[in-house]
């Protein structure tokens, strides 16, 4: 068993799409509409086959609440695996990327947490 796909539920599914292609890197992957919304997914450059992320409309009224307590609690949705958290660190914010924590090591693996401007908390980590 593998992970074939996950999601995070986005506020602007667009706005989404931009911010993580044109600033995290990743690639759109599909777009199909449906209804109003679309099944819009990106994948890692570095893993096309991979893992999607699918950019999920936030519509349903459970969504925001459990959004909302996780932001306020400072908790992130998910995590990516990047090489360098310092230098993405450096990449993303000289790109305007907010960051609610900078890189931080914790034993053998070091973590930063991002925003990403559709409602959510990101972790990076190495």
């Known amino acids: ?16 799409l931009r911010f993580y292609t044109d600033v995290l890197g ?8 449906v209804g109003d919304d679309r099944w819009l997914t990106v994948v890692s450059p570095e893993d096309p ?11 349903h009224p459970a969504v925001q609440p459990y959004k909302t307590a996780l ?27 907010k960051f609610t924590q900078e890189p931080v090591e914790m034993g053998p693996v070091t ?9 959510n908390l990101i972790q990076i980590q190495h």
Not at 26 to 33: G, I, Q, S, T
Not at 50 to 59: A, D, F, Y
């Open 111 to 119: 973590t930063a947490v991002l925003d990403d401007t559709c409602g």
């Open 49 to 59: 086959e991979g893992t999607e992320l699918l950019l999920e409309p936030s519509g």
């Open 1 to 16: 068993m593998r992970i074939h796909l996950t999601s995070v539920f986005v506020d602007d599914q667009e706005k989404a």
């Open 71 to 97: 932001v306020e609690d400072g908790i992130p949705v998910t995590s990516f695996a990047v090489e360098d958290v310092a230098a993405e660190f450096d990449r993303l914010r000289g790109l305007g990327v």
């Open 26 to 33: 990743f690639v759109k992957k599909h777009d199909v509409p």
